[in-house]
């Protein structure tokens, strides 16, 4: 079983080994290594209210030893429309788990009850299997493809996006 809590300042080395993990730059919108100075910096501010800086990033952690394997993310919050996008990512050794499921349910009865969201939604590079297969066994509903979307060491890809009433 896992669970999500706010970032915490011991998250810092947690962070940096995610943040800086090449292997998900092309999914992150990233294209540059992150110095533990920026990332202590923004954990400095990661308790921001979630209506003013329109973003809440959360810690998935096992509750067997409480390590952190991961991070889910809203974004983009629009207050007038209630909506927000979704965000995941989790450690490549805590992968094919269960945990991105268990975090993704977890996250959206939170912006459900708490965050009082009407919708979430969720951009997937077409050729990401594992992430389809998660928001679409995850009750979100595949609504269209951004062609030439994303921009990838290949080239371009498609972009299809998934969204999920709450």
């Not at 329109?54 to 991070?71: A, C, F, K, S, W």
């Not at 499921?101 to 959206?108: C, R, T």
Request: glycine share 6%; proline share 3%.
């Amino acid at each position: 079983m896992i669970a999500l809590r706010a970032l915490e300042p011991d998250d810092l080395d947690f962070l940096y080994d995610l943040e800086n993990d090449r292997d998900i730059w092309g999914v992150s919108d990233t294209l540059a290594p992150v110095s533990q100075h920026a990332l202590r910096e923004y954990l400095e501010h990661a308790s921001a209210d979630f209506y003013l800086v329109r973003q809440l990033r959360q810690v998935v952690y096992t509750e067997i030893n409480g390590l952190p394997v991961g991070v889910v993310d809203l974004f983009d919050y629009d207050p007038l429309h209630q909506r927000a996008g979704v965000g995941i990512t989790i450690l490549a050794t805590e992968r094919r788990r269960g945990y991105a499921q268990q975090a993704l349910e977890l996250l959206k009865k939170y912006a459900r009850e708490v965050l009082r969201l009407h919708q979430i939604y969720a951009t997937v590079e077409h050729t990401n299997g594992a992430s389809m297969r998660l928001f679409r066994a995850a009750d979100f509903r595949r609504v269209g493809i951004r062609r030439d979307w994303l921009r990838t060491p290949g080239g371009w890809a498609d972009a299809v996006e998934w969204q999920c009433l709450l």
